[in-house]
């Protein structure tokens, strides 16, 4: 039961699943293109390497002979991994289910073609002049994204036709890679969006974690929930999905499957194979395992039995307000005396503005009031500052 885990990516989801990781005793190298990063900060071995290069990856593989690969990140050069499973490497969850999600085009085309999922309508471009006519098609608003792309990074909404040169060029400038292609997407207009945790097990059933629902400001979750209140028809729709789409991609895991939910019922967004960061709200320990605790059971191959729901929680992001080499917090002897409430610093070595460093969560008993603990969350993260 000493197995060696090779992390690659190693921000604070990276960390939390460190920690889940030590507390079973097993062995972690974390990886990532900075030194310090949070995940290095508790693992037993580091590594500094740019992960979009497969001659480093291979080179970490043959070091360090790892009995499970796990990607924190998606900016990975992710078609090395069907190499590793060839070579007998387990990758989490799967070589596909790692390289179909770091390109929209792949994953979109999965759920709506193979799998028959409800998604938004969407076309493809791959230049300015295409972009026209496919927004032409689906009509305005639209939104645009980057084929390689996180956070929002590239993402606009079109409004109107003078938008659409805009969308482009912002599209060009927040790609990942060397892919200059976009989707654009039918505006959805949901009610709320939510993310299903979802896990699937090497020898066991998928399960399901109660609904998380979310708010995204810039392309970044600002405060997530759980749970999120929902129509039983529209969670069994979820559920379904979910199951559908991590069942063709493959392999054991915790799974952040996102959905828009709208008067005409469930849509299928995008899902991401590792833990979500909407999934912090788990720390609040509203479930038996958190998130980071379910993904390495499901990696190690451990039986889960079931997964239930303990309290109410929230979580609230901690941002940074500008540039620093030696970001420090401010406030925090202030929060730490709230009832019901909890924190994490996750130690990165510098900031820039918006950058995510700390989270801030709050729960109450399972018949408390979510909007509630939703505020509480809210107004303490907002009482530190990163300076
Ligand atoms: P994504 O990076 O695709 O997860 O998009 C980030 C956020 O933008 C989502 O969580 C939604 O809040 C919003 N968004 C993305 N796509 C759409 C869409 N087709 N219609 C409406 N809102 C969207």
Redesign the pocket.
């Known amino acids: 039961m000493k197995k060696t885990i090779l992390l690659l990516g190693s921000g604070e989801l990276g960390k939390e699943f460190v920690i889940a990781a030590q507390r079973l005793g097993q062995t972690v190298i974390a990886v990532d293109s900075y030194d310090n990063a949070p995940a290095m900060q508790v693992a037993d071995a580091r590594e500094v390497i740019n992960m979009l290069d497969g001659n480093a990856l291979d080179s970490l593989v043959e070091k360090y002979n790892p009995d499970y690969i796990v990607p924190e990140i998606e900016a990975i050069r992710t078609e090395r991994f069907y190499e590793y499973e060839k070579q007998g490497y387990t990758v989490i969850p799967s070589a596909k289910a790692a390289n179909y999600t770091m390109n929209r085009k792949s994953i979109r085309d999965l759920a709506t073609k193979d799998l028959g999922l409800k998604t ?1 309508t969407y076309r493809y471009a791959t230049s300015a002049q295409e972009l026209q006519l496919a927004v032409k098609e689906i009509g305005i608003p639209c ?1 645009v ?1 980057p084929l390689m792309s ?3 990074k590239g ?1 606009s909404t079109i409004k109107t036709p003078d938008d659409i040169e805009k969308a482009w060029y912002y599209s060009q400038e927040g790609s990942r890679g060397d892919v200059a292609e976009v989707i654009v ?6 009610n709320y ?1 939510i993310t299903l945790l979802t896990v699937t097990q090497r020898d066991g059933k998928t399960l399901f974690c109660p609904p998380i629902g979310h708010r ?1 400001e810039r ?1 970044d979750y600002q405060e997530s929930w759980q749970p999120a209140a929902m129509l039983p028809e529209h969670l069994k729709t979820a559920q379904e999905m979910a199951d559908k789409v991590t069942a063709a991609l493959g392999g054991a895991g915790i799974w952040g499957v ?1 959905f ?1 939910i709208a008067d005409d019922g469930v849509y299928f ?2 899902l991401s194979p590792r833990p979500h960061d909407t999934g912090m709200v788990t720390l609040a320990n509203t479930q038996n395992f958190n998130e980071f605790e379910l993904h390495l059971r499901a990696v190690l191959g451990l039986p889960i039995a079931e997964i239930t729901q303990e309290r109410i929680g929230a979580s609230a992001v901690i941002l940074a307000r500008e540039h620093s080499e030696n970001p420090s917090f401010s406030g925090i002897e202030n929060i730490a005396s709230e009832e019901k409430s909890d924190f994490r610093l996750f130690g990165k070595p510098t900031s820039r503005p918006y950058r995510r460093m700390g989270v801030v969560v709050t729960y109450d008993y399972l018949d408390g009031d979510v909007p509630k603990v939703i505020e509480r969350a809210k107004e303490i993260a907002g009482r530190v500052s990163v300076d």
Not at 185 to 190: A, C, H, K, Q, R
Request: glycine residues 16%; hydrophobic residues 30%; aromatic residues 16%.
């Open positions: 938004a939104v994204k996180s956070s929002g993402q997407e039918g505006f959805v207009n949901f969006e995204q392309g996102e828009f967004s995008e």
